[in-house]
């Protein structure tokens, strides 16, 4: 008997009030399911709902219709067990690294948040697991763009949430270091078996990521078709980009997403 899934999405739509009166449906009927400790990304064009999907199963935005489930247990708002990490940083400015990763676990409940020494031993582990070892006491203005990154993804991790959303984490870093920082996500997930939902508009990023790729369709956003990237779970050194298995799936993926944003284009010019 197969195992219940990590994250349910039923029949899930999001419509919001415009100004006219009228709704604007940017999500329609969308039904996924993400497995226990599973890395996907979903990928789509710009405007499709990828950011509100996100925001659905984070629980900071609310479904006009459908629903999520995290273990079976529908969701109702934000809770502990979902971390969320945006492009932006969102790090606090007067907070060293060590501080940063230490303001998630004092956000739980008093009964279960641990005391000040445990926090701090805590902080030091996450930021050694993301390779910042050295810099805890650094503040966000002392540290390079892909450092502050490494930071939130940390601050997350702390709390050890059962699933971790991710919207577009490395879109704002330059090549070289957003390439150093998805071999970096993929040996902590290998490391930590956190359920990952990661965002993207990538298409090289998300078949270098993801097991498998859910492709959006142009608004109203639609789950399109999910492909199953099986490159093993080897090491990928950057000689996997090279190889025929992976630029098969970059031509796989990049054939859905075309279409779409031939659509998208196409509604653009005729409005």
């Given at each position: 008997m197969p195992s219940p899934p990590k994250i349910r999405v039923e029949g899930l739509g999001k419509t919001f009030q415009?100004?006219?009166?009228?709704?604007?449906?940017?999500?329609?009927?969308?039904?996924?399911?993400?497995?226990?400790?599973?890395?996907?990304?979903?990928?789509?064009?710009?405007?499709?709902?990828?950011?509100?999907?996100?925001?659905?199963?984070?629980?900071?935005?609310?479904?006009?219709?459908?629903?999520?489930?995290?273990?079976?247990?529908?969701?109702?708002?934000?809770?502990?067990?979902?971390?969320?990490?945006?492009?932006?940083?969102?790090?606090?400015?007067?907070?060293?690294?060590?501080?940063?990763?230490?303001?998630?676990?004092?956000?739980?409940?008093?009964?279960?948040?641990?005391?000040?020494?445990?926090?701090?031993?805590?902080?030091?582990?996450?930021?050694?697991?993301?390779?910042?070892?050295?810099?805890?006491?650094?503040?966000?203005?002392?540290?390079?763009?892909?450092?502050?990154?490494?930071?939130?993804?940390?601050?997350?991790?702390?709390?050890?949430?059962?699933?971790?959303?991710?919207?577009e984490p490395f879109a704002a870093l330059d090549a070289q270091t957003r390439d150093g920082l998805q071999e970096e996500l993929r040996r902590i997930w290998q490391a930590t078996g956190t359920t990952i939902v990661f965002i993207t508009h990538s298409i090289d990023e998300a078949v270098y990521l993801g097991q498998r790729v859910a492709i959006m369709t142009s608004r109203p956003g639609r789950i399109k078709q999910v492909v199953e990237v099986r490159l093993g779970e080897r090491d990928r050194d950057e000689d996997v980009r090279s190889s025929s298995e992976f630029a098969a799936y970059r031509h796989e993926v990049w054939s859905l997403l075309r279409d779409e944003v031939t659509v998208t284009r196409e509604v653009v010019s005729v409005g």
């Open positions: 415009v100004r006219d009166g009228e709704g604007f449906t940017a999500l329609d009927d969308i039904s996924i399911d993400v497995a226990a400790g599973e890395f996907l990304v979903v990928v789509g064009p710009s405007g499709c709902g990828k950011s509100t999907l996100l925001d659905l199963i984070s629980g900071l935005s609310k479904p006009s219709g459908g629903r999520v489930l995290v273990d079976g247990v529908p969701v109702t708002g934000p809770a502990l067990d979902r971390a969320v990490v945006f492009q932006q940083y969102a790090l606090l400015p007067w907070r060293t690294a060590q501080r940063n990763v230490e303001f998630a676990l004092e956000a739980r409940s008093r009964l279960d948040r641990p005391g000040r020494k445990a926090r701090a031993e805590r902080a030091r582990e996450h930021l050694a697991l993301v390779g910042l070892t050295g810099f805890e006491d650094r503040y966000p203005h002392e540290l390079s763009g892909g450092m502050r990154q490494r930071v939130a993804i940390a601050r997350a991790l702390a709390a050890d949430p059962k699933v971790l959303l991710m919207d």
